[in-house]
């Protein structure tokens, strides 16, 4: 059975660095890509980036200078980490699994519950 | 970036009739179009891949067409627990990029 599950602290302070794990189970990290996606409450899905299979990655310019994504694939971990958090960070943070499809983009086919962040002042 | 307009913003049909919900690309996208059900406090769940594939386990009431930059989610008979957000996302090119999304509720 497939799952994701992601953790994380409720709440991070302005300006410091949000950590999530998404640990996965009834696949391989190796067979299939991560992504992470957030969702600002109320609002659209917006793409962070990307784990893939091999263990590169790839990030949504928009965050690209303070979004980190790594994993541990002897535990099935996934893990995104975001300096310089600022209110508009406030979002649920979504990991999803993509099939590796011929090098080709492909869509999500499962997702995480999400773990929702509050950035406080 | 591939921009992914959503229509309409929300909705509103009885039970037993038939919804469209529209979404357009910026450029054409190929048919890499998925789109995904998210009910309140949950996860989004695939519906549909390929523009029109039905992903397992989605009842055959949700349809999706279209190619090009237009694309369109058809959901027919529509039934209580239909009531959720609709989102679509283009998967031809990244940054991946998601149409603003549809509330649908029953009337």
């Known amino acids: 059975q497939v799952q994701l599950k992601e953790t994380g602290p409720d709440l991070v302070q302005l300006t410091q660095t949000l950590s999530i794990t998404c640990t996965v189970s009834?696949?391989?990290?190796?067979?299939?890509?991560v992504h992470w996606v957030r969702q600002p409450p109320g609002k659209g899905l917006e793409w962070m980036g990307a784990?893939?299979?091999?263990?590169?990655?790839d990030y949504n310019s928009a965050f690209k200078s303070r979004l980190s994504i790594s994993r541990d694939t002897s535990k099935s971990q996934v893990f995104l980490k975001m300096n310089s958090l600022q209110t508009d960070d406030t979002a649920k943070y979504f990991c999803?699994?993509?099939?590796?499809?011929?090098?080709?983009?492909?869509?999500?086919?499962?997702w995480g519950q999400g773990v929702m962040v509050t950035v406080s002042s | 970036d591939i921009q992914m307009t959503q229509s309409p913003a929300s909705l509103s049909a009885s039970l037993g009739e038939t919804v469209t919900i529209e979404c357009r690309a910026s450029?054409?996208?190929?048919?890499?179009l998925a789109w995904y059900q998210q009910k309140p406090g949950k996860s989004p769940q695939l519906l549909i891949y390929?523009?029109?594939s039905l992903h397992t386990g989605v009842p055959s009431r949700f349809s999706g067409s279209g190619s090009g930059t237009q694309y369109s989610l058809k959901i027919n008979s529509l039934q209580s627990e239909d009531v959720a957000s609709y989102f679509c996302?283009?998967?031809?090119?990244?940054?991946?990029?998601f149409g603003s999304g549809t509330k649908l509720e029953i009337k």
């Open positions: 999803a699994r993509q099939r590796v499809y011929y090098g080709l983009p492909d869509y999500f086919d499962y």
């Open positions: 009834g696949f391989s990290l190796t067979t299939y890509n």
């Open positions: 784990m893939w299979n091999g263990g590169g990655t």
């Open positions: 450029e054409d996208i190929y048919n890499g």
């Open positions: 390929n523009a029109n």
């Open positions: 996302q283009q998967y031809y090119d990244y940054p991946f990029t």
